[in-house]
């Protein structure tokens, strides 16, 4: 397994994202490519073409999937007034735009929503960066504890 630094955060939003660009993950340096739609000549598509093995594209999450995190969330919920709205907005059209409208008359429920799908957009990243045999750095290096007098290392321990 190959770690390397990346913003794990912007990889979720791509992998989020509605936009139909293409965005491409440096194999390298874990930096992101976004390739230009309405180019295809551009820079950055030549690169890729020219290293195929040092990139590969960001997938996309297409509406069946985004209904599917959200029809998930649905076995989370026991309210007994969101649920079936929010079910009945997943069957009908444009399944999307309708949940979000619908879950934002449930303040609490809306923020639950959010940190649900938030964990599993994450879950996903992490589980795509597995399969390329890659894993993000740890956001925080553990502290080197050489040489701190242990007064000092007890303080440092109590604020963490």
Do not use: C
């Amino acid at each position: 397994m190959r770690t390397f630094t990346l913003d794990l955060d912007a990889l979720v939003q791509l992998i989020n994202g509605r936009e139909q660009q293409e965005n491409w993950l440096d194999l390298e340096n874990g930096s992101v490519l976004t390739l230009p739609a309405e180019d295809p000549y551009s820079d950055e598509r030549q690169q890729v073409e020219l290293e195929p093995d040092r990139y590969t594209q960001i997938p996309n999450l297409d509406v069946m999937q985004r209904v599917a995190i959200r029809e998930s969330f649905l076995f989370t919920l026991d309210d007994p007034h969101a649920h079936p709205l929010l079910s009945a907005a997943l069957t009908g059209r444009k399944p999307l735009r309708a949940f979000d409208y619908e879950i934002e008359a449930f303040a609490t429920i809306h923020e639950q929503w959010l940190a649900y799908e938030l964990k599993q957009l994450r879950e996903y990243a992490l589980n795509w960066l597995y399969e390329l045999g890659l894993e993000p750095a740890p956001d925080k290096l553990p502290l080197d504890t050489r040489g701190i007098p242990k007064d000092i290392l007890r303080r440092l321990n109590k604020h963490a």
